[in-house]
């Protein structure tokens, strides 16, 4: 890399960390987030903030997606994050925090240096992975060149693309980095946008987790998830290709994490919204996913008993940005003519029944064959369901269940997408992973759940680890 | 003494249990700190090496990377197609390999937004069984996409001049 293409590289992830610093500030729910937290929160609302009001733009108005408006849309939450902070005229309280256990410092090292670690293969190769040529950043190749969501060859029948019909949100925000930084066409500078969602990821699950588990419960799970090394450096769905799974599983994992507080503001009802609806933009199954993160914030409150009108009040908040997106995707999807097709020729629903019960040796087998691969996730698996199992009075309390079916909800779209497929055993090879990546949030937060009744009742266990 | 002893029957299945809880404990703490330990060298490793050729590699634009990761004949092959075919221009596409090995995907990628219309594959069309095919009107020019060559840049006349020999077209 050179310093200059470097800078393409962190001024693309700038581009989005800066609009969502601006969203975070107006967003007291975010901004009264621990820093790191708050960060994360901030480079994921940023993404689909930007990218989201772009494409809208660019299909509904015909914007074209050029310097200027990408920069006006970026600079919109910069500017009333600044008159806000301003008005308020206080800098962000340092809150007391206690001092660091060492497996807080731990987690903080390791997840640090595979970030890093990230950042250096970004801004150094070149796109290598498969769907990322594939399909998304092909895509994306189309949109910069023509400046609209609607370029020919998606709008026009016949011509050769992979999976016309998924949404473009990650193109987008692939195209907003190229542009704003007058990017060559061949330069990567796109890549270090994918990176960043990593530690943001990290950090999703360490603040869920922590509010939940406490501090050492959150900073083991946090540590486990960043020694994983398919989220961060597999070619086919980490943080190192440029896939849409991982963002995907931070919009959902994140809006989903904002609802399930206990009393959530109004404003966390709005955040939440904005990552939903950006969930609901990123892939296919955000749309599946957003709904169901909203509908299990609604039944929240049936299993607690307080805030039940706070609540009510930050859901309806929280609908508003995902129907605009579902009304967005569905109207620019309108115009692509080969809507379904290659989902249409890869399944048959005829296989769903008796394929649900008859096919679950098969498929049971090749995911298991995937989690249990070395390389990918370490012995993760196999010590996971001993942790959820032994810990599983931490899994009483309420949040659990929530959670429990939002883990649930990717790996049974990816369950059926394996049933119904006319080749399952390609379909689990190539997307039971990524399944787990978009179930991870909730499902680390649940594991830290577990993890810090199991490191409660074990007396043997030294207390700097224990926490 | 015998209520002792009843208490003591009675008791049994709680202290089993307990047991069992603690040696599943055990066995959970244990798994994961294998699990984590396991996983530090690899991770290390990746790290490490990421962060090598970051070092390694200073200095070096995204010409040079784009060189090294495809190689010297395929960057060359695809500038030479890439100044025949303009970027709003249109070409025809044939697959040299199967699609699993993604030949297809990459050279689409690598040439867009120039806009490709898929052909079939280079073996079914020079098959002897073949059935008839014709290429699609439109484009001048046709890329073949190899898996372990460059792609190779094709006039149509030549193309099926070249595809006659090879059964084809029908």
Redesign the interface.
């Known amino acids: 890399m050179v310093p200059a293409e470097a800078l393409a590289g962190l001024g693309g992830v700038a581009l989005f960390a800066a609009p969502g610093a601006g969203l975070a500030e107006i967003l007291p729910a975010v901004r009264e987030l621990p820093a790191g937290r708050r960060l994360a929160y901030a480079y994921l609302l940023g993404v689909g903030w930007t990218a989201g009001v772009l494409y809208a733009l660019s299909h509904w108005l015909a914007v074209p997606l050029r310097a200027p408006a990408i920069l006006t849309v970026a600079a919109l939450p910069v500017a009333a994050g600044a008159f806000s902070w301003l008005r308020r005229r206080v800098s962000h309280r340092l809150g007391r925090r206690g001092r660091r256990l060492l497996v807080q410092w731990l987690a903080l090292a390791v997840g640090g240096l595979v970030s890093f670690g990230l950042l250096c293969d970004a801004l150094t190769n070149p796109l290598t992975d498969w769907d990322g040529r594939m399909t998304w950043s092909a895509q994306a190749r189309y949109v910069r060149s023509e400046g609209t969501v609607h370029p020919a060859a998606l709008s026009q029948r016949g011509w050769y693309l992979s999976h016309p019909w998924y949404p473009l949100l990650m193109p987008v925000a692939q195209v907003a980095v190229l542009e704003v930084t007058a990017a060559e066409p061949d330069l990567h500078a796109f890549r270090a946008m994918y990176a960043a969602f990593f530690p943001a990821w990290l950090l999703l699950i360490y603040g869920g987790a922590e509010k939940l588990a406490g501090r050492s419960a959150a900073a083991w799970s946090a540590l486990a998830a960043a020694l994983l090394s398919f989220p961060a450096f597999a070619g086919a769905g980490g943080a190192a290709s440029a896939y849409s799974d991982l963002p995907l599983a931070c919009f959902f994992g994140g809006g989903l994490l904002l609802l399930l507080t206990a009393r959530p503001s109004p404003s966390a009802g709005v955040a939440a919204g904005l990552l939903l609806a950006a969930a609901v933009l990123t892939k296919a199954e955000g749309e599946i996913y957003a709904p169901v993160a909203l509908g299990l914030a609604a039944i929240f409150p049936l299993l607690r008993g307080r805030g039940r009108s706070r609540r009510r009040r930050a859901l309806l908040l929280a609908v508003v940005p995902v129907v605009f997106a579902w009304i967005l995707l569905h109207s620019w999807r309108a115009r692509v003519p080969e809507s379904f097709e290659s989902f249409e020729q890869a399944t048959s629903w005829s296989l769903l029944w008796p394929g649900i019960v008859t096919r679950i040796p098969l498929l049971a087998a090749k995911a298991r064959s995937e989690m249990v691969y070395f390389p990918d996730w370490g012995l993760f698996w196999s010590a996971a369901p001993l942790v959820l199992l032994a810990g599983w009075r931490g899994l009483r309390r309420r949040p659990a269940l929530p959670l429990g079916l939002a883990t649930a909800a990717p790996l049974g779209v990816g369950w059926i997408y394996a049933t119904v497929s006319l080749r399952p055993e390609f379909v689990v090879g190539s997307t039971w992973n990524r399944f787990l990546v978009q179930a991870s949030v909730p499902l680390f937060v649940l594991f830290a759940m577990a993890l810090r009744d199991l490191l409660r009742r074990t007396a043997w266990v030294p207390r700097p680890l224990r926490g | 003494m015998a209520r002792i002893v009843l208490l003591g029957i009675r008791d049994k299945p709680a202290i089993v249990l307990s047991f069992a809880?603690k040696v599943?404990?055990?066995?959970?703490?244990a798994?994961?700190g294998?699990?984590?330990l396991?996983?530090?060298p690899?991770?290390a490793l990746?790290?490490?090496k990421?962060?090598y050729?970051?070092t390694r590699?200073?200095?070096?634009?995204?010409?040079g990377?784009?060189l090294r990761?495809?190689g010297a004949p395929a960057v060359e092959a695809l500038e030479v197609i890439r100044r025949a075919v303009p970027?709003?221009g249109?070409y025809l596409?044939v697959d040299g390999g199967h699609e699993w090995q993604?030949a297809?995907?990459?050279v689409?990628?690598e040439l867009?937004?120039r806009?490709?219309?898929?052909v079939g594959r280079l073996e079914e069309m020079t098959a002897p069984s073949h059935a008839a095919w014709s290429l699609p009107p439109g484009p001048r020019w046709v890329v073949v996409a190899l898996p372990h060559a460059p792609a190779v840049l094709l006039d149509r006349d030549d193309f099926l001049r070249r595809m006659e020999p090879l059964h084809g077209p029908g």
């Open positions: 809880g599943l404990r055990a066995v959970a703490l798994v994961l294998v699990s984590l396991a996983a530090l690899l991770t990746r790290v490490g990421r962060v050729d970051a590699l200073a200095g070096e634009d995204h010409r990377a784009r990761v495809l970027p709003d249109e596409l993604g297809t995907y990459w689409r990628f867009a937004p806009k490709a219309w898929y």
